[in-house]
């Protein structure tokens, strides 16, 4: 005698079908939970293969345009720490300022490097609390650099 789940009518395809089903459900679970990158070069909780970061460039001295996004994240929400990261950059033997905050319940980071001489690299970074990335509020915290270096 022989026991299946869904009955003595023939139907043993349903336990393997839900079975699969079920593997490839527990699959993309784990594939959309991971630990993902941030621009000040440590990890965090998220969702990865999104876009969570803006970059953008200024003619302006890497000090001020840093002191603009320190004053942006304090303004929106809580600046948390700032760091300088060393040789960490596209450039060698280059150094890099990363100030990193809370605004709106959302983990923000902007990192600011020198790209050249006159020219001044920065990635703004956002996560929510859930892992996902918020990539309006990363675009709205650069405009706010680039509106503060304007004054």
Known sequence: MTFVLDGWDGFDWIAVMKTKFAAVVLGLVVLA?????????????????????????YERPM?????????????NGTLLSESTLH?????????????QG???QCKVWVRVEQ????ITAVFVQTRTSGGGADIQLAAEIDKQIALRLVR
């Open 33 to 57: 939970a991971g630990c993902v990158g941030t621009v000040s070069g440590s990890k965090t909780a998220g969702v990865p293969f999104v876009n969570d970061t803006i970059e953008a460039r």
């Open 63 to 75: 000090d001020e345009v840093f002191k603009a996004a320190k004053e942006v994240i304090s303004f």
């Open 87 to 99: 040789g960490q950059t596209n450039a060698v033997n280059s150094i890099a300022k990363v100030a």
């Open 102 to 104: 809370k605004v709106n």
């Open 115 to 118: 790209a050249d001489p006159r």
